[in-house]
């Protein structure tokens, strides 16, 4: 079996399976809507792991082996001790049999997915191995540095180097509403980026990597430039989960990665809860 990323289905030219969480009560896997799909040999994408998607995966397949037409079908699976899971919910979902990969993510939020923006500054230890691991997160990644031997030993297709002897005269033409990550080798460099970026003040994040130190002096330098201490407050400086304090650069890369995500994961609650409130109103 090859698992695969549900967007590569996209290029998938036989029959396949699609798997949709339709409705769920209690504790599962994931939520109402996730899909995946199933083919002979390769699975794209997870509606969760564990026994509810190996017997959804057992039923796709002797559905693609049965060779007709199936236009849908609902299937309810408790998930108890009958299917050798205790997490106490239940999950409702609907089989479709479709001709390719293509047609089958056809009306699906896939293919109109915005992936968010990341920008990372300073290919160095760090840098090179915080680019390497967020691959697959959903994020397009950038690496950005005025060093190009640097950015030459970052040769993974997934992440765009972007030489720049002034990286910080890049700042004014990249997208709004993107996530930065600011980690050079110098801290005038850090500076004058940060300083871009609080002007532009249409992004989504901003990370530091230095100390508390670090972030004072820049705070101090920052009033005295006349930014609003609303804006400077949202530097994050020290950067990355507060109860990791290693000094390995693999390790300080997953700390900054799991604030980032948390983060997202944080923003997309309040987005929810926003348009849940909004459709309220509308209905009042």
Same mark, same amino acid.
């Given at each position: @079996?090859?698992?695969?990323?549900?967007?590569?289905?996209?290029?998938?030219? +036989?029959?396949?399976i699609k798997a949709k969480l339709i409705s769920t009560?209690?504790?599962?896997?994931?939520?109402?809507?996730?899909? @995946?799909?199933?083919?002979?040999?390769?699975?794209?994408?997870?509606? %969760?792991?564990?026994?509810?998607?190996?017997?959804?995966?057992?039923?796709?397949?002797?559905?693609?082996?049965?060779?007709?037409?199936?236009?849908?079908?609902?299937?309810?699976?408790? +998930?108890?001790?009958?299917?050798?899971?205790?997490?106490?919910?239940?999950?409702?979902?609907?089989?479709?049999?479709?001709?390719?990969?293509?047609?089958?993510? @056809?009306?699906?939020?896939?293919?109109?997915?915005?992936?968010?923006?990341?920008?990372?500054?300073?290919?160095?230890?760090?840098?090179?191995?915080?680019?390497?691991? $967020?691959?697959?997160?959903?994020?397009?990644?950038?690496?950005?540095?005025?060093?190009?031997?640097?950015?030459?030993?970052?040769?993974?297709?997934?992440?765009?180097?972007?030489?720049?002897?002034?990286?910080? @005269?890049?700042?004014?033409?990249?997208?709004?509403?993107?996530?930065?990550?600011?980690?050079?080798?110098?801290?005038?460099?850090?500076?004058?980026?940060?300083?871009?970026?609080?002007?532009?003040?249409?992004?989504?994040?901003?990370?530091?990597?230095?100390?508390?130190?670090?972030?004072?002096?820049?705070?101090?330098?920052?009033?005295?430039?006349?930014?609003?201490?609303?804006?400077?407050?949202?530097?994050?400086?020290?950067? %990355? $989960?507060?109860? #990791?304090?290693?000094?390995?650069?693999?390790?300080?890369?997953?700390?900054?990665?799991?604030?980032?995500?948390?983060?997202?994961?944080?923003?997309?609650?309040?987005?929810? &809860? &926003?348009?849940?409130?909004?459709?309220? #109103?509308?209905?009042?």
């Amino acid at each position: @079996m090859i698992l695969k990323k549900i967007t590569d289905v996209k290029n998938y030219k +036989l029959p396949v399976i699609k798997a949709k969480l339709i409705s769920t009560e209690g504790s599962v896997p994931r939520n109402s809507g996730t899909f @995946m799909i199933i083919s002979n040999k390769c699975i794209f994408g997870s509606i %969760g792991g564990g026994q509810l998607e190996y017997s959804v995966i057992n039923k796709s397949r002797a559905k693609l082996k049965e060779n007709k037409k199936i236009q849908s079908e609902i299937i309810n699976i408790p +998930l108890g001790p009958a299917i050798g899971q205790c997490c106490g919910g239940y999950a409702r979902i609907k089989i479709s049999k479709h001709r390719n990969g293509k047609e089958s993510i @056809m009306n699906e939020n896939i293919l109109n997915q915005s992936i968010d923006n990341l920008y990372i500054f300073g290919a160095g230890h760090i840098g090179k191995n915080l680019s390497s691991k $967020f691959i697959d997160l959903d994020f397009n990644i950038h690496l950005i540095d005025s060093r190009k031997e640097y950015l030459d030993i970052q040769k993974d297709k997934k992440i765009t180097n972007i030489f720049a002897k002034y990286p910080w @005269m890049l700042v004014k033409n990249l997208p709004v509403g993107s996530y930065f990550i600011v980690l050079t080798h110098s801290h005038d460099y850090d500076f004058k980026i940060i300083n871009e970026i609080l002007k532009l003040n249409s992004f989504q994040f901003i990370g530091l990597i230095g100390s508390k130190t670090k972030r004072k002096r820049f705070n101090n330098r920052l009033v005295t430039l006349g930014y609003n201490q609303y804006l400077i407050n949202k530097i994050e400086c020290p950067i %990355g $989960f507060k109860n #990791i304090r290693s000094k390995k650069p693999g390790e300080i890369a997953i700390s900054i990665i799991a604030r980032l995500l948390e983060y997202r994961s944080n923003l997309s609650s309040i987005q929810i &809860d &926003d348009k849940k409130l909004l459709k309220i #109103i509308n209905e009042q």
